[in-house]
């Protein structure tokens, strides 16, 4: 048997994307799960609202024990939660959460899929979920990837009422109903319909669920026994879904491997109803192809036949299996990915450095091996098709040849972030885009390996690696840039009253000899000092701060500085922000150039603020912008120091739920307020906390929260000295808020201390619990709930102005 290998490099936008941090090739029991499930058709969607709201267990064990293709479609990326790893928020959360998902669907084998919808925080009934979403835009996103995906059965995470616990929630249940109803109707969302067809699935059902306090299962429920023992992965189901679980590591989602019996419970919402199972009716088999009874026969014999010790051997039956279903609805794809790794033919096509400016030349460097034990077996032939050279690949023998490809014209930029967009959801102009779960890659190599009389064509990303001291050999994407970058450190800078600010900016250069112009724009009648200014980086990676003087003037009271960046007559408008943790691929992101500027009227008490990190936020950095020392503390500083030289003390959110060491400085924090200080606690989670008498005096954090932004607040303690000292603070100071207005507001408080506000969400009772104070000796404890660590990398003026009145303290 003679096999030839040619080699063709492409340069298109094509949808073949990254699907690992390193590019792992199938071992012999993953072969034969493959295998085994060339005989299965038939492919099952869930649907839920957000990272983790997905049933790990049940989608592992339908793609690894039932072996249908299964999916999981998140209708948001998790861009409006919290982050236990880092300071990252909105937008970018979610591009860590995305991968973060595609991590897992590696781990539990199902595919991963997303609406345009943004995760604008919490939501406490579907009706304002839709409203900030824009239903019929993510009921058309959702009828699109069931009319791609074809699944037989839809499941839902949750209920369409309160028992879902969240208005994403519900209105997740709400859309996978209406979305099965809607994508067999030729008349929804006819436009789609020149791409795809109507499809009617079997049935839509309710995965219910017993956590949380709420269970929702009952015998009389469809059940499924999912704890069974794979073997040939050594795993059970429930150890499965913990690997993939702990994936969400910015959600804290570590999990314990489960074993054992596991049963899952269903309830039909529509469609067929089923009476023993959820697949009552339903073909899995190659039957429903027709003519199929030659590749079931085939299937059998090469399962049958499998030799775990030398897959090679099941490679001419696997040839011939190709030739028969030749232009059938079959799993062509899988089946050649294991032909491949039968023949353990390992391809790759690795850029020489990480990131090249647009239009550059990119250099390459094509790697391959065959393992095939028989040299006689195998003669590979590779050309290139822009030069024609041509070179032979021996058995068993490693690979190298360099080749020159331009760059993509288009930017590294996720496609959901390459234009602005309204609150709770994305812009999105490309039907072929919707759904997909990453961008498709610029650049890719195009390999055709003839074996015997069948062709196999792949695509594999040019991608980058990098041997790591430490970790070993490392993949990540490809990075096209701009030419030369202009990064803010900040997404808001808030100036005090009409003072000029000097704001640094570093410019990055991507090529070499880079010269151009940067211009930053500022709000009609504010004054931005120098009005242009000449660049020139010699070198590729080259940096440059720069320093505008920035002041504001006129009525205008904020608006948006905006840079641009003119290399060679073309205008650039991007600044840089990469992601770099070690369980994701690095993330890199060329958001806008432009940052808000606003003008608040600030008074300060007190210079120097102590600010000891929770989960990660960037409340410290804000805290500097208006004027404040602001000193990073450890564990070690605060329990061993003298902290009587900080005006006050800052905990960063949800430091009482993360760290093991606020036992050790709960004393000194209580005697530091006792001497006179001023401790100002941030939100906490009511579970599970490191210690539960996080004040003075006793209080419950509840689950109260007020989703609102402009929800009303009144002021219950209107002459307290928080609300008039250095500043007067008024209902005004609560415009403009984003997002929310607090979570996890505190209740059965110690008459000692003094709720100052109340609010509520529309058709709610009034919530007193978002601030409270207490003075203990001479000093004062502060809690609270509201998302401060939202509002002020906002720039929003009356959080400053708030803030900086609970930071002091009349001497």
């Not at 999105?428 to 055709?448: Q, T």
């Not at 390996?449 to 594999?460: L, Y």
């Not at 070499?512 to 004054?527: F, S, T």
């Amino acid at each position: 048997m003679k096999f030839h290998l040619y080699l063709f490099l492409l340069i298109a936008v094509l949808p073949v994307c990254l699907k690992a941090q390193n590019m792992q090739q199938l071992n012999a029991a993953e072969i034969k799960q493959g295998l085994e499930g060339l005989n299965v058709y038939g492919s099952v969607l869930y649907i839920a609202a957000h990272p983790d709201d997905e049933n790990t267990r049940l989608l592992a064990y339908l793609a690894k024990e039932k072996k249908v293709r299964t999916g999981y479609l998140s209708l948001t990326r998790g861009d409006g939660g919290q982050n236990l790893i880092g300071n990252e928020q909105a937008e970018v959360l979610g591009l860590i959460r995305t991968q973060e998902l595609l991590a897992a669907r590696r781990t539990d084998g199902a595919e991963q899929f997303f609406t345009r919808a943004n995760d604008f925080g919490f939501s406490k009934n579907p009706e304002e979920s839709f409203k900030i979403w824009d239903k019929a835009k993510i009921l058309a996103d959702v009828v699109w990837v069931i009319r791609k995906f074809q699944p037989d059965v839809i499941i839902a995470r949750f209920p369409e009422d309160g028992r879902a616990g969240h208005g994403h929630h519900s209105g997740s249940g709400i859309l996978a109903r209406e979305g099965f109803i809607a994508a067999a109707d030729p008349k929804q969302f006819p436009e789609q319909l020149a791409f795809v067809k109507p499809w009617q699935a079997k049935r839509v059902v309710w995965n219910t669920f017993n956590f949380g306090g709420n269970n929702t299962t009952s015998d009389e429920q469809l059940k499924m026994e999912v704890g069974a023992y794979n073997s040939l992965l050594g795993k059970s189901y429930g150890e499965i879904a913990a690997e993939s679980r702990s994936n969400h590591r910015s959600q804290g989602f570590g999990s314990a491997r489960q074993r054992g019996s596991s049963t899952e419970y269903f309830t039909p919402v529509a469609g067929e109803k089923a009476s023993g199972d959820i697949f009552d009716g339903i073909d899995f088999s190659l039957n429903r192809i027709p003519g199929s009874t030659s590749i079931q026969q085939l299937l059998k014999e090469i399962n049958a036949e499998y030799d775990v010790s030398d897959p090679s051997k099941s490679i001419a039956k696997l040839l011939k299996l190709k030739a028969l279903v030749k232009g059938k609805p079959f799993k062509q794809e899988q089946l050649d990915e294991l032909i491949l790794a039968c023949a353990g033919i390992w391809l790759e096509c690795a850029a020489v450095n990480p990131s090249y400016a647009l239009g550059e030349m990119v250099n390459v460097r094509i790697q391959g091996i065959s393992r095939l034990k028989d040299e006689s077996q195998m003669s590979v032939n590779i050309e290139e098709i822009v030069s024609g050279s041509s070179f032979i690949l021996p058995p068993n023998k490693f690979i190298t040849h360099d080749r020159q490809i331009k760059a993509s014209s288009v930017i590294t930029q996720p496609y959901w972030l390459e234009k602005p967009h309204v609150s709770g959801t994305y812009t999105v102009d490309s039907l072929s885009k919707i759904g997909l779960a990453e961008n498709p890659i610029g650049l890719h190599a195009f390999f055709r390996v003839t074996i015997g009389d069948q062709v196999i064509e792949k695509k594999r990303p040019v991608v980058y690696k990098y041997t790591d001291q430490v970790r070993g050999e490392i993949y990540q994407p490809l990075v096209i840039a701009p030419p030369v970058t202009a990064t803010l450190a900040d997404k808001a800078f808030v100036f005090n009253g009409n003072e000029p600010k000097k704001i640094t900016l570093q410019l990055r250069n991507f090529k070499d000899n880079a010269a151009g112009v940067l211009e930053p724009k500022v709000p009609a009648g504010w004054i931005v000092s120098p009005k242009k200014l000449d660049f020139n980086l010699a070198r590729k990676g080259d940096e440059q701060a720069v320093e505008l003087t920035i002041t504001p003037a006129g009525n205008t009271t904020g608006g948006i500085l905006s840079l641009n960046v003119i290399v060679e007559d073309k205008t650039y408008h991007h600044g840089l922000k990469v992601i770099d943790y070690e369980h994701i691929p690095t993330q890199t992101l060329f958001p806008f150039a432009e940052a808000m500027v606003n003008k608040v009227d600030l008074k300060l008490a007190g210079k120097r603020i102590g600010y000891i990190a929770g989960a990660g936020d960037l409340v410290a950095e804000s805290l500097k912008q208006v004027g404040y020392d602001v000193v990073s503390l450890s564990a070690a500083q605060v329990i061993h120091t003298d902290l009587t030289g900080f005006d006050a003390i800052v905990t960063g959110v949800r430091l009482y739920n993360v760290s093991e060491d606020v036992k050790g400085m709960q004393p000194k924090l209580m005697k530091y307020v006792e001497n006179g200080g001023v401790l100002l606690v941030q939100y906490n989670v009511n579970g599970p906390l490191k210690l539960n008498n996080i004040g003075p005096y006793s209080f419950g954090i509840m689950r109260d929260r007020v989703t609102e932004e402009d929800a009303k607040v009144s002021l219950l303690a209107p002459a307290h000295p928080v609300l008039n000292f250095p500043n007067k603070i008024t209902s005004k100071d609560f415009d403009g808020w984003i997002q929310e207005r607090g979570l996890y507001f505190v209740g059965s408080l110690d008459e000692k201390y003094t709720p100052i506000l109340s609010m509520n969400d529309n058709g709610e009772a009034a919530k007193n619990g978002s601030l409270i104070v207490a003075d203990y000796g001479k000093g004062r404890f502060v809690y609270t709930g509201l998302s401060f660590f939202r509002q002020l990398p906002a720039g929003v003026p009356g959080a400053y102005r708030l803030f900086v009145n609970l930071l002091s303290a009349k001497k």
